[in-house]
């Protein structure tokens, strides 16, 4: 099922980099931006994760919760965090069941997640989708951007 403009945020929990459960509905009052990508530690993904966190503390300061998920277990993603000093939580989903919900889909036979932004209001609606597998940037550019977010970190 794929998420369509309008659609409410999934009803999901996954664990994150510590190990604490996250319920993504939980977040509904605020706007949420969440990042789906293929693999921890590799250039696309890193520039990605790299990015956003250079614009965390604008997404931060205007009230705007980021995820970042993907299939990696959460001591991957602990690594992950700590090698690139994330402060913004990635989710782990191991068994792909926020992929399906949020309708993420795959290439080359499957092996390779598409790289996703979803982007909600604070009712919990979503107001935008970015696709892009291979420009890792414009990602973050792109959410705020359309939060209206003025980027003051480059």
Known sequence: MELNIGDKIPDITLAD?????????????????????????????????CHFETHYNDLKNAGVKVFGISKDSVSTHKKYSTRFHLEYRLLSDVKGEAEKQFGVGRKLFGLLQDRITFIFDKEGKLIHKINAQFDGKRHADEALSILNIKATSH
């Not at 605020?30 to 990605?48: G, L, S």
């Open 17 to 49: 980099q510590d190990g604490a459960w996250t319920k993504l509905r939980e977040y509904i009052g605020q706007p949420v931006v969440i990042f789906f990508y293929p693999k921890d530690n590799t250039p696309v993904c890193n520039i990605e994760a």
